[in-house]
């Protein structure tokens, strides 16, 4: 029988619209995956479901009464809870103390320790978890036990639809395996859980039915013993318009060695060999927390390499890095990219007025419709600026250097299909000037497409590399097993 | 340009509201005196905005304040003599209290609200370890002149207000200004940018310290030697700042701002004179008045807001 | 197999090894409260002198006991992430409240109380309302009411005014055995605190809206309710402190709260007990240890007849110090 109905929910965003028409249902005791690529709409149904956002249209009944929520509260007490990949926790408090946060048990007026305590305790046994206790800080948690901590946080309320985002996200691999265990329970005491996901073995090994969604509209919902992975792939990548990319480097125009590691290693990295040249544009790939980021970072002197050897320098700082001719454009351009409330022209010239001398400027007008940022008003304060602009404010910032070498960390996450084209274009630019290029997408198809070959990492090392063109099946399978095809 | 617009204006109606009461006002003389009053205010206000606009706090400038005086007092103690070398000194102490509090600030990673207390207890402690509990000594005339006399019809006070607050905005126009701003906006993405982060933030320290040397040079004149020529001054600046609109917690509003904001604390201050109200209701009407500034300055913030939700979580369907 | 299965979460891994190296900064400030006690006493001692006496225990407590309270009321504000810089001038408001309405009465002690109650959790409540509702930073907040109630008591008094009876004298002064009255109320205050951190729902709420306002808020906590609410307590410790100078002075008097330096140096000996300065994190405790600290050192240095000027600057090394080591304790998880 149906837990949860959720009609037609449609929704904007300042005028663009990123839900249309979406329907979902899930039912008692059913783990139901929905799938779709960045910017499907998978986030923003869930906010909806949560409280988070409110729906231009549509309808949310549970047990097939209508409910409205304004507020996230709304919805908990309805009995819907969301667990975050961003969890939200307060590390300085004990377990106990975070689950019943809110809803303290009182007796007396005075909160009742002991039962706070026996009620996480509880759960906790029910949920199989032995290896911490209610009294113990969140901080000194891992990340699997504070995912254990909001799903308690969620059973204590009493929650019968718990939706998980990227569950999986920031676990390691014998770490997913108890999620399995503890989503399996949850299914057992009848809760229905959504569960989003990008990994399409765990939507087949938990999951019974999946929801696709495509560029804000559901494609399907089938069970998942009616689809295989092949039919499930083609039902979210396949489009009828596939993405333009800007023509490959030919040959001649791939030139010297900009940058060159061997042997390059940290905390997180080992024995890195990997040679970036001028014009190339090197994709690189791998799964969550397989070292790409921390490879870039690596690679600029954010977070450096403590060993190995590199050409022209191993830079030991942002400053040294930025000497050397690299730049890095950051995954988190909100929280590490852009000064927000500045202007254009001062986050454009950030890098330049920070490491260079004056001669570095240029016109920066011309800069800016140089990267095609539109309109190109200098003055205008970044926060006010799309997704797509912002990260055009980024790229300018980095090409007033004119580094040797361009670090891209998810370069067209958030940002829409006319930027996204823009700056595949500009990257194209970039290296046919010369521009060494390495470029993480979390979007194969952008990817394979942009990409003069392709890099795969796994565990902290460069598992292998692929030519241009490579399909998808191969890099995945480099990616999660270290097999080449 | 945009949000210094307000302060200005608040300014320019309570100088017109004063020269309504106070024709004098308005001659030449009339102003230039509010304004030599105004300059030791106005001097450390744009140091402490430095401070603030990168995200920090100097409590120690008051304190600072009256250490260069006593010093001063102390040392030169009536020889005419003694005035360039102590004037050097002087100023050398304020860029070295800056110094200190940048470097225990960012190096050691107290919050500056504790490392600038834990200044002002030590300064004021240690000046008066040193002189025995009581100003000591006198100025010279020559020290006296920079906060009391003239240079033709302008008080020194006045130019020197001028030079620091050319310098000030020269300063914030300069890559280093910008630098500063974008740290106390976004210390991380500045440091990725390859901004020297700390480096930036003592600096701010250091113009502070320095913006306090000169207004301890300024009022030991204008004011003279006493044990509580600074008192408080530290609370006057961030007033004022705050008024100017500048943000505390950093990356927002301009020196010019912040230098209006002190202007338009001494205009209140002379207008409550003239109106008859008592030195001392005048704390309650600041207290009022920067509580209802700040109060408005934040109120557009939640219909910002309302037209353009936060997102807090994950990623960004919105082009 | 599929693209998308490559997703990136936009979350750095929780440091979680951190946390182990840290340390509980009520421990340390305890250490060095023992550590200055035995130093002291060897200090005082070779200089021919007695520490441990009946006077110095009871003038550290008697010293301690003002201080204390109010830096009690300063722990709530500041641990739910905000901060109080009006309590020196509502000390001095409250003394010539309590001293004008008791007007040397012995009837009058009732009514001085509640009036003092009165007026600082109103104080406490104008507050709360203008930084949660008028969205103005706590510390220009409460800087604007010290200047607002700064004016009102100077234009009004010159110097001490009003009375105190003197049974209500008693609690400045009198003792039981070594205890001073004053360090009871000291102590009751502090334990009232600690009780209403640990044991109710509002101390709960407290850690939570200081840790981290967003999370508190998601999870149903009426934010604005508890900064209100904390602004309240804080302000009605300041004024409880009040009381307790006004009966030492015997009088009301209007510098009384700025003398004594009770805004800045509350701040302090929360921050030396422990609590971070940015909110959710510390107690009264370390509190209560921090204010311990402070006048110990004091009695150290007035036996050793010490320059009270030298007293300052060891105060305010002993501060920053003491934030730089629980700063470098944390250090593993700060951006």
Request: neutral net charge; glycine residues 12%.
């Given at each position: 029988m149906t837990l949860?109905?959720?009609?037609?929910?449609?929704?904007?965003?300042?005028?663009?619209?990123?839900?249309?028409?979406?329907?979902?249902?899930?039912?008692?005791?059913?783990?139901?995956?929905v799938v779709g690529e960045n910017g499907a709409g998978k986030s923003t149904l869930m906010k909806i479901l949560a409280g988070v956002h409110v729906p231009d249209e549509g309808t949310i009944e549970i047990d097939g009464r209508p409910v409205a929520f304004g507020h996230p509260l709304e919805a908990q007490r309805a009995g819907v809870?969301?667990?975050?990949?961003?969890?939200?926790?307060?590390?300085?408090?004990?377990?106990?103390?975070?689950?019943?946060?809110?809803?303290?048990?009182?007796?007396?007026?005075?909160?009742?320790?002991?039962?706070?305590?026996?009620e996480t305790r509880r759960l906790l046994d029910e949920l199989g978890e032995t290896s911490f206790g209610p009294r113990d800080a969140v901080r000194r948690l891992s990340v699997a036990q504070q995912q254990v901590v909001e799903i308690v946080k969620a059973l204590s309320v009493d929650a019968r639809i718990i939706v998980m985002d990227e569950p999986t996200a920031s676990l390691a691999e014998h770490e997913v395996e108890l999620l399995y265990t503890l989503v399996r329970r949850l299914q057992r005491r009848g809760l229905a859980v959504l569960y989003i996901s990008h990994r399409l073995r765990e939507v087949f090994d938990l999951a019974q039915r999946v929801t696709v969604l495509k560029d804000g509209a559901r494609v399907t919902t089938v069970p998942t013993a009616e689809v295989g992975p092949d039919e499930l792939v083609r039902l979210m990548v396949g489009r009828e318009l596939r993405d333009y990319f800007p023509p490959r480097a030919a040959p001649g125009e791939i030139g010297e060695v900009r940058l060159s590691v061997r042997g390059g290693g940290n905390g997180r990295l080992r024995g890195i060999d990997l040679d970036l040249r001028a014009g190339e544009i090197t994709g690189l790939a791998g799964l969550q927390g397989s070292g790409r980021t921390e490879l870039v970072k690596a690679l600029f002197g954010a977070e450096p390499f403590a060993e190995g050897r590199m050409e022209p320098r191993r830079p030991r700082s942002v400053r040294d890095g930025v000497a050397a001719g690299i730049g890095l454009v950051t995954e988190d351009r909100k929280a590490e990219g852009l000064a927000l409330r500045q202007s254009v022209r001062d986050n454009a010239l950030l890098v330049a007025r920070a490491t260079a001398g004056r001669q570095a400027r240029g016109d920066v007008r011309a800069l800016l419709e140089r990267v095609r940022l539109s309109p190109p008003d200098p003055e205008q304060e970044v926060r006010y600026l799309s997704g797509g602009n912002q990260q055009k404010v980024v790229l300018a910032k980095w090409m007033t250097v004119g580094p040797a070498v361009l670090l891209l960390d998810e370069p067209t996450r958030g940002v829409d299909v006319g930027a996204k084209a823009a700056i595949h274009d500009l990257m194209r630019q970039l290296a046919r000037d010369g521009t060494a290029i390495l470029m993480i997408s979390s979007e194969l198809p952008e990817l394979i497409g942009m990409s003069d070959r392709v890099v795969v990492m796994r565990d902290g090392r460069i598992a292998g590399e692929l030519p241009a063109g490579s399909s998808e099946e191969a890099i995945m399978r480099l990616a999660a097993s270290g097999e080449a095809t | 340009m945009k949000r210094t617009l307000p302060i200005l204006v608040v300014l320019a109606v309570l100088l017109a509201a004063i020269a309504l009461v106070n024709p004098?006002?308005?001659?030449?003389?009339g102003f230039l005196a509010f304004v030599k009053r105004a300059a030791p205010l106005v001097i450390l206000a744009a140091g402490q905005y430095f401070v603030i606009v990168s995200g920090e706090f100097d409590l120690s400038v008051g304190s600072l304040v009256t250490v260069e005086v006593v010093v001063?007092?102390?040392?030169?103690?009536?020889?005419?003599?003694?005035?360039?070398?102590?004037?050097?000194?002087?100023?050398?102490?304020?860029?070295?209290?800056?110094?200190?509090?940048?470097?225990v600030t960012t190096a050691l990673r107290v919050p500056s609200f504790i490392t600038t207390l834990g200044m002002m207890l030590i300064?004021?402690?240690?000046?008066?370890?040193?002189?025995?509990?009581?100003?000591?000594?006198?100025?010279?005339?020559?020290?006296?002149?920079f906060g009391r006399g003239n240079l033709g019809p302008v008080p020194w006070s006045v130019l020197i207000l001028l030079a620091a607050g050319a310098a000030a905005i020269l300063l914030m126009r300069s890559d280093f200004?910008?630098?500063?701003?974008?740290?106390?906006?976004?210390?991380?993405a500045a440091a990725l940018s390859g901004v020297r982060v700390a480096r930036t933030r003592i600096l701010a320290f250091v113009l502070s310290g320095a913006a306090a040397a000169i207004t301890g040079i300024l009022l030991g004149g204008f004011a003279g030697v006493s044990a509580q020529v600074g008192q408080g001054l530290e609370f006057s600046a961030i007033t004022a700042v705050v008024l100017g609109g500048v943000a505390l917690g950093g990356g927002r509003g301009s020196v010019v701002a912040a230098m209006a904001g002190a202007l338009t604390l001494e205009a209140l201050f002379t207008l409550l004179n003239l109106y008859g109200i008592s030195g001392a209701l005048e704390f309650t009407v600041q207290g009022v008045i920067i509580i209802a500034a700040v109060a408005v300055g934040a109120l557009r913030l939640p219909a910002w807001l309302a037209k353009h939700p936060p997102r807090k979580q994950g990623d960004t369907h919105v082009a | 197999m599929n693209g998308q299965s490559l997703k990136q979460a936009g979350r750095p891994a929780r440091p979680a090894v951190a946390a182990l190296r840290e340390i509980d900064p009520t421990k340390v400030i305890y250490l060095a409260l023992a550590a200055t006690l035995v130093i002291g006493w060897v200090l005082v001692a070779v200089d021919g002198g007695d520490f441990l006496t009946v006077e110095t225990i009871v003038g550290i407590q008697q010293r301690s006991a003002a201080l204390g309270i109010v830096a009690v009321g300063q722990t709530l504000a500041i641990l739910a992430g905000s901060l109080d810089l009006s309590v020196a001038y509502l000390i001095s408001l409250c003394s010539l409240?309590?001293?004008?309405?008791?007007?040397?009465r012995d009837g009058g002690i009732a009514a001085g109380v509640a009036a003092v109650l009165a007026v600082s959790a109103l104080v406490g409540l104008v507050n709360g309302m203008v930084i949660t509702r008028l969205r103005v930073h706590a510390f220009i907040a409460t800087l604007g009411t010290a200047l607002i109630i700064k004016g009102v008591v100077d234009h009004l008094y010159d110097g001490p005014a009003g009375s105190v009876p003197d049974s209500f004298q008693r609690l400045g002064y009198d003792r039981i055995g070594p205890v001073p009255v004053s360090a009871l109320l000291w102590a009751a205050v502090a334990a009232a605190a600690w009780f209403l951190l640990r044991r109710t729902r509002l101390g709960h709420r407290i850690y939570a809206v200081g840790g981290d306002e967003e999370v508190a808020r998601l999870s149903g906590v009426r934010t604005d309710r508890v900064v209100v609410l904390t602004h309240v307590l804080c302000s009605v410790c300041a004024g409880v402190a009040g009381l307790l100078l006004a009966a030492r002075l015997g009088a009301g008097a209007p510098t009384v709260g700025t003398d004594g330096g009770y805004d800045l140096e509350s701040i302090a000996a929360v921050v030396l007990g422990g609590t971070a300065l940015a909110g959710g994190k510390g107690g009264v405790a370390g509190t209560v240890g921090g204010v311990l600290l402070l006048a110990v050192l004091d009695s150290v240095f007035n036996q050793l007849e010490v320059n009270s000027f030298f007293k300052d600057v060891v105060r305010g090394l002993v501060i920053v110090i003491a934030v730089a080591v629980y700063a470098r304790r944390r250090k593993g998880r700060q951006i």
């Open positions: 949860l109905g959720m009609r037609g929910i449609g929704k904007r965003f300042l005028g663009v619209r990123v839900l249309s028409g979406v329907d979902l249902d899930t039912a008692a005791g059913e783990v139901h995956a809870a969301i667990i975050y990949q961003e969890f939200n926790l307060l590390p300085d408090r004990s377990v106990a103390e975070n689950v019943f946060l809110g809803r303290e048990p009182a007796r007396r007026g005075l909160v009742d320790r002991a039962a706070m305590e026996a | 004098f006002f308005l001659e030449p003389a001063a007092a102390r040392l030169i103690d009536g020889q005419e003599s003694a005035t360039w070398w102590v004037l050097l000194l002087l100023i050398a102490v304020g860029l070295l209290v800056g110094l200190l509090n940048g470097v300064l004021s402690g240690a000046v008066f370890l040193w002189t025995g509990g009581a100003p000591r000594g006198a100025l010279s005339e020559a020290f006296r002149t200004g910008r630098r500063l701003v974008a740290t106390g906006d976004n210390e991380r | 409240v309590a001293a004008e309405t008791m007007a040397g």
